[in-house]
């Protein structure tokens, strides 16, 4: 157990004595999960300290770690999200130690043309092809001078569409309506809210059963809601979830951004047709090549969970001439496991770019792999 919200320099003896010992007891507040959680924080900051990472990065050689990240603060656009500042001390603390920042092209040409090994290598990848990161990512990774690949789905940098769970989170927004009735599929989803916390719950749990659904049930089921909410969608998207455009794209490329394509509209591909899967990834990597310089032969699934696509996609991607995909399961970049299976280049795992410095470490450092090893093992 962890407690959280304790204020820093609380011992034991000063919850009990503040909350008593029945509190404790009842709450399975007890001096163990107290030192277990003022452990686990000493091993954290322990992890910053120079040298500590040093034994461990052994266990790295032979991969890579690839992060992922999306949407980045952008307060002149009333953006919500990821803090530069948190990427910007990550990336000083990678330079400083002197971590190999690659491309993740020569990742991934290294690990399919048996090259030498990957030395923990630490590559930065960017998914959607929202404006924000055109106007704040990539000013922060020429700044450390970092390769950084982004993935774009190319109807949406056309400006032909906005993505549709931005479109869910409008529609839930606008609405004055306390209660919908929705119908998805096969059957009728009733929500009802009194609070701003229940309705983004419903807002939530509507988002996840449109990915469980066919994507042509999932665009309808959206249209219904909108109308059931008595609310105008408009064909653009308002700024906070615009695209950046194939202008700005160069532009970005001129400071060191690379692109790869991320279909057409964003489907989950499994879900999709035949025919829907082919033209997504291939009228997607043929815009990317037409508009910019030097794309990416790489290719990032939409939600990117195991059940999100399957041979089916795997045979397109290879037909289209794309070396290999990657997907947003946790886990990294190890040449081993490609090689495992004819499909293995186009499995290659992600993790999300973590909020603090120590769990930065922990993966890049050969710590989370250690721990991999280990459960493993056991």
């Known amino acids: 157990m962890v407690l959280v919200g304790v204020p820093d320099g609380w011992d034991y003896l000063t919850i009990r004595e503040r909350f008593g010992q029945s509190t404790l007891a009842s709450s399975g507040m007890e001096r ?9 924080h000493l091993y954290y900051d322990l992890l910053t ?19 992922m990240l999306h949407r980045f603060r952008h307060v002149e656009r009333g953006i ?6 948190h990427l910007r001390k990550g990336l000083e603390f990678l330079r400083k130690r002197k971590y190999d920042l690659r491309s993740l092209a020569s990742v991934m040409e290294t690990m399919m043309q048996g090259g030498p090994p990957l030395q923990g290598s630490v590559v930065f990848t960017i998914d959607d092809g929202y404006v924000d990161q055109a106007e704040v990512a990539a000013k ?8 950084v690949t982004t993935f774009l789905a190319t109807g949406f940098v056309d400006g032909k569409l906005w993505f549709w769970w931005d479109k869910i989170e409008f ?4 609405t004055r309506r306390h209660a919908i009735r929705v119908p998805m599929a096969d ?14 719950c419903a807002q939530a749990d509507f988002t996840a059963k449109c990915k469980l659904v066919s994507d042509f049930d999932k665009h309808r089921a959206i249209d219904s809601l909108a109308a059931e909410g ?3 969608v408009p064909d653009a998207p308002p700024e906070k979830f615009s695209p950046m455009t194939w202008e700005q794209a160069r532009g970005c490329e001129q400071m060191g951004m690379t692109f790869g394509p991320h279909t057409v509209t964003h489907p989950i591909l499994s879900r999709t047709t035949d025919a829907q899967a082919n033209d997504e990834i291939t009228e997607s990597w043929k815009r990317v090549r037409e508009e910019l310089n030097s794309p990416v032969s790489v290719f990032c699934y939409p939600n990117g969970g195991w059940e999100d696509f399957g041979t089916r996609e795997t045979d397109i991607l290879k037909k289209s001439g794309l070396i290999g995909a990657v997907v947003g399961e946790p886990g990294f970049a190890d040449p081993s496991l490609l090689a495992r299976e004819s499909a293995g280049p186009y499995k290659v795992r992600r993790f999300g770019f973590p909020e603090t410095l120590p769990r930065l470490i922990q993966y890049v450092s050969g710590i989370e792999r250690l721990k991999q090893k280990v459960r493993r093992e056991c």
């Open 230 to 232: 008595e609310v105008l």
């Open 49 to 67: 300290y120079p040298g500590v990472d040093t034994v461990s990065r052994l266990v790295q050689r032979n991969c890579a770690t690839i992060f």
């Open 171 to 174: 529609i839930f927004a606008s």
């Open 187 to 200: 059957r009728v989803i009733d929500y009802r809210w009194e609070s701003v916390a229940d309705r983004n």
């Open 32 to 40: 163990a999960s107290i030192d277990m959680s003022w452990a686990r």
């Open 140 to 147: 922060v990774f020429a700044e450390y001078d970092c390769p």
């Open 80 to 85: 919500d999200g990821f803090e530069v500042e």
